[in-house]
């Protein structure tokens, strides 16, 4: 049994059609598509390769093909130009933003860590390409902490831009990093309130929640950290029931998975939905996914002398991980 109230709408296209238009541009191009868990289902199931924003990363600085198509959001797309400069990267629509990313203007972080000097400085990968440039490390949800446990007890460091992640981080490690104050609107958005009736519903069900996630609401959960480490974590577990604190997106790959079991999406605020979408990640759709390939075009162009500078960083990151 799966309980939700997705909000995904139909849009009346032929999805048939959609998708084996898809799939004869894809091999005329030579491309890949690469789509992040927070994607609708239609584009996970025709994506060649699935995963976090860790594993997409992975991917992108190692995959062959000549057009990578990311599906996911405009950083995301920055970041696999980044590691594959020589490769065109399209993402199907151009606008699909970051709040979190937009929290933090590379103008505004870099008088941050000027007023801090001496800190080492440790962005969040859900940042523009201009803020990796003045970082020293990337993370990831998935291996922020093993990054930062990596460095020295005594390290001073600056972490941006999410403040709940930050703030996580420094409670598993004991740290005391500097935060930059910014937030994913998604996560920001559970309501506690109705999180605390459910696991009252669903006394057996094991809560699930990503570390971006305010800290009242993590302390509800049996496990914390990011989708790819809850997905592995329904895997290992025994339970039957599992309350999913995180965007609905990777619901869709929760219930292939694990058809036996029930995953049951936490609800925002002041919301008539029962699960949180992130409206920058549904912008993509089965239409501009083709339309992409169609026409080769939105593509991510990232100024060299940026992307050389934010490279460095992302590439510590793949080996510290």
Same mark, same amino acid.
């Given at each position: 049994?799966?309980?939700?109230?997705?909000?995904?709408?139909?849009?009346? !296209?032929? +999805?048939?059609?959609?998708?084996?238009?898809?799939?004869?541009?894809?091999?005329?191009?030579?491309?890949?598509?690469?789509?992040?868990?927070?994607?609708?289902?239609?584009?996970?199931?025709?994506?060649? *390769?699935?995963?976090?924003?860790?594993?997409?990363?992975?991917?992108?600085?190692?995959?062959? #093909?000549? !057009?990578?198509?990311?599906?996911?959001?405009?950083?995301?797309?920055?970041?696999?130009?980044?590691?594959?400069? +020589?490769?065109?990267?399209?993402?199907?629509?151009?606008?699909?933003?970051?709040?979190?990313?937009?929290?933090?203007?590379?103008?505004?972080?870099?008088?941050?860590?000027?007023?801090?000097?001496?800190?080492?400085?440790?962005? *969040?990968?859900?940042?523009?390409?201009?803020?990796?440039?003045?970082?020293?490390?990337?993370?990831?949800?998935?291996?922020?902490?093993?990054?930062?446990?990596?460095?020295? #007890?005594?390290?001073?460091?600056?972490?941006?831009?999410?403040?709940? $992640?930050?703030?996580?981080?420094?409670?598993?490690?004991?740290?005391?990093?500097?935060?930059?104050?910014?937030?994913?609107?998604?996560?920001?958005?559970?309501?506690?309130?109705? $999180? !605390?009736?459910?696991?009252?519903?669903?006394?057996?069900? /094991?809560?699930?929640?990503?570390?971006?996630?305010?800290?009242?609401?993590?302390?509800?959960?049996?496990?914390?950290?990011?989708?790819?480490?809850?997905?592995?974590?329904?895997?290992?577990?025994?339970? /039957?029931?599992?309350?999913?604190?995180?965007?609905?997106?990777?619901?869709?790959?929760?219930? /292939? /998975? *694990?058809?036996?079991?029930?995953?049951?999406?936490?609800?925002?605020?002041?919301?008539?939905?029962?699960?949180?979408?992130?409206?920058?990640?549904?912008?993509?759709? $089965?239409?501009?996914?083709?339309?992409? $390939?169609?026409?080769?075009?939105?593509?991510?162009?990232?100024?060299?002398?940026?992307?050389?500078? #934010?490279?460095?960083?992302? !590439?510590?990151?793949?080996?510290?991980?």
């Amino acid at each position: 049994m799966n309980v939700d109230n997705h909000c995904q709408g139909r849009t009346g !296209v032929d +999805e048939s059609a959609l998708v084996e238009e898809i799939k004869r541009l894809k091999e005329e191009r030579g491309a890949v598509i690469m789509a992040h868990y927070y994607q609708q289902g239609a584009i996970q199931d025709l994506a060649d *390769y699935i995963g976090d924003s860790l594993a997409l990363a992975r991917i992108a600085a190692d995959i062959e #093909a000549p !057009v990578i198509v990311l599906c996911g959001v405009h950083f995301m797309g920055e970041t696999a130009k980044i590691l594959s400069p +020589e490769k065109t990267v399209l993402v199907p629509d151009i606008t699909a933003g970051c709040s979190l990313a937009d929290s933090c203007p590379a103008d505004e972080f870099a008088r941050f860590i000027e007023a801090h000097p001496g800190h080492t400085v440790i962005s *969040y990968v859900n940042t523009s390409a201009a803020v990796k440039a003045l970082t020293d490390i990337v993370v990831t949800s998935g291996n922020a902490r093993k990054v930062v446990e990596s460095l020295p #007890a005594d390290e001073k460091i600056i972490f941006g831009p999410d403040r709940n $992640l930050g703030n996580y981080i420094n409670s598993v490690t004991g740290r005391s990093m500097v935060l930059w104050d910014g937030a994913c609107h998604v996560h920001e958005q559970f309501s506690l309130d109705r $999180l !605390v009736e459910l696991v009252k519903e669903h006394p057996e069900a /094991k809560v699930l929640v990503h570390p971006e996630c305010p800290a009242p609401v993590r302390m509800l959960a049996h496990e914390v950290g990011s989708t790819a480490a809850l997905l592995d974590y329904v895997g290992k577990s025994d339970a /039957k029931e599992f309350i999913v604190v995180t965007e609905s997106g990777i619901l869709h790959q929760m219930r /292939k /998975k *694990y058809p036996d079991r029930t995953f049951i999406p936490a609800p925002p605020t002041d919301s008539t939905c029962g699960c949180n979408d992130c409206s920058f990640m549904k912008l993509n759709t $089965l239409e501009k996914l083709r339309n992409c $390939l169609r026409d080769m075009s939105p593509a991510i162009e990232v100024d060299p002398a940026i992307m050389e500078r #934010a490279r460095r960083p992302i !590439v510590r990151m793949l080996e510290l991980s």
